[in-house]
């Protein structure tokens, strides 16, 4: 489809606001939590590189939210039990991490990707974006984001990709406007079939 509609905020999961969920991009992209006494989570950004700006943001939303915040050089933890228990949820590890939900309406979907982009990084070509996981699900949510405000997105598949890990990798790339010269738009293609009996929602894509 051209665009994939938005959704109404009234899954159990919904994040409670655009700044709930731009926090819970954060997460995904750059944080982790503590998994012993349960009660915090934290946010990366050295102070004095481009991400000390990601810990300014984190800090005016937990105090318009009433969240207490402690600032590190290189990280900055936020204190709220409730909250913890959500961000775990999300994964712990970078290839179990995800969104809860994409039930999301437009301003709830705008700030959870904008959260989410704190880990891309501008294209060496063009105008856009690349977002790279080890995460498969993430990867996916991403891809229907995206979708959702009517952006196309190239992405590959790479094993051997001669990094330190040794997971496989998912990539996204977008561009952010048309440009005259640029690519037609391609065709989504049936790459394989699982043949499992579950549950999902479909769209006809004909």
Known sequence: PERIPFGNN?????PASPDHARM?????????????KNNRFFISGQDGKPKEQQKKLVQSICERLG???????????VRDRAWTSRMQRMGR??????????????ACAAETLRGLEA???????????TFTTTSYKLFTQMR??????????????????????????WRLATRTSKRPGDAHEKFLRV?????KVWRAQCWDIT
């Open 10 to 14: 009234d899954h159990a999961d919904s």
């Open 24 to 36: 819970d991009g954060f997460y995904v992209s750059d944080g982790w939590a503590d998994y012993e």
């Open 67 to 77: 969240i207490p915040t402690t600032w590190q050089r290189k990280h900055i933890t």
């Open 93 to 106: 590890y970078a290839p179990e991490k995800h969104i809860l939900t994409l039930n999301l309406d437009e």
């Open 119 to 129: 880990d891309s990084g501008v294209n060496t070509r063009g105008d856009g974006r």
């Open 144 to 169: 229907v984001l995206y979708r959702m405000f009517g952006k196309t997105c190239s992405s590959w598949h790479i094993v051997n990709h001669g990094g330190l890990g040794k997971n496989p990798i």
């Open 191 to 195: 790459k394989s079939i699982e043949r």
